[in-house]
């Protein structure tokens, strides 16, 4: 982990799930991380538990669907902290219904995050990065792959993301930045809690132990499980590795 002392990581989604876990790791390696997102109560948690883990870093709120925003969280964490060396952009959000249920807002609150706010994330992280090159992760979803019903607009979101990960990947490789798509599947989140929550309140036959049964290998996954694939592929091991895709489902997709 010596690769990642005084080196800069730049988080979004931090203040929760996968994006806290993936702060916190970074932090733990010896990383300076910017920890990126909405909630100011909950990115503070997250800087104490990264502060707890041995690491060093701020927190910054940051609505992604806006431009100014994200610019501005860029140079904030240049400023304090220099070249940025890493990124892992984690923010994502869903809202679960029919495709004929869903309205013009729930789409715009699904691809404003997941989608623009991804495209302005990964262009302002370019331009940050390429004079020194760097690594951009994006954390996708196995929705990219496989249709699942009653998330249409997820699945979208996340086909439309894997897409922008691949071409910037095409784009920024002259500049030295290796850009990855690492795809969870069910992952131990408040996203997951919220979807089943949701099931459960419509009679769903879906529920924790028949999405456990979906893997092959019978249980859900940590959001530690998704952050060690983002540290793998930030690490030098990695260094010959870009516009790749990394699913960390468990065999979710196969099922």
């Known amino acids: 982990m010596d690769s990642f002392n005084g080196k800069t990581a730049f988080v979004t989604g931090g203040t929760s799930g996968i994006g806290r876990a993936a702060a916190v790791a970074f932090g733990r390696a010896g990383a300076l991380v910017a920890v990126v997102g909405r909630h100011v109560a909950e990115g503070q948690k997250t800087l104490d538990l990264l502060l707890e883990a041995g690491g060093d870093g ?3 709120p940051v609505d992604l669907a806006r ?14 902290f220099g070249h940025i060396d890493f990124t892992a952009n984690c923010a994502g959000i869903d809202l679960n219904a029919d ?13 404003d995050t997941n989608v623009k706010g991804l495209f302005f ?10 004079d020194k090159g760097g690594v951009i992760i994006n954390v996708t979803s196995v929705a990219a792959q496989k249709p699942f019903a009653g998330n249409s607009l997820y699945n979208a979101s996340k ?9 910037a990947a095409v784009e920024a490789g002259k500049h030295g930045i290796r850009i990855i798509e690492v795809a969870p599947g069910p992952i131990e ?7 089943l929550r949701q099931e459960a309140a419509h009679g769903s036959q ?3 132990k028949t999405v456990e ?17 983002i540290m793998f592929f930030c690490s030098p091991s990695a260094s010959f590795v870009t516009a790749a895709t990394l699913t960390v489902d468990g065999g979710f997709v196969l099922s």
């Open 159 to 167: 086909s439309a993301a894997a897409m922008l990960t691949r071409t």
């Open 206 to 208: 879906v529920t924790e």
């Open 99 to 111: 495709l004929v249920d869903y309205t013009e807002a729930d789409f715009d609150t699904i691809f």
């Open 213 to 229: 049964a979906k893997t092959l290998l019978g249980h859900i996954g940590r959001p530690e499980d998704v952050a060690n694939a």
């Open 58 to 60: 701020l927190f910054i």
């Open 67 to 80: 431009e100014a925003d994200v610019i501005g969280a860029i140079e904030q964490t240049a400023s304090r």
């Open 121 to 130: 994330c990964l262009k302002h992280q370019i331009l940050a990065m390429k």
């Open 189 to 195: 989140t408040p996203m997951l809690r919220g979807y």
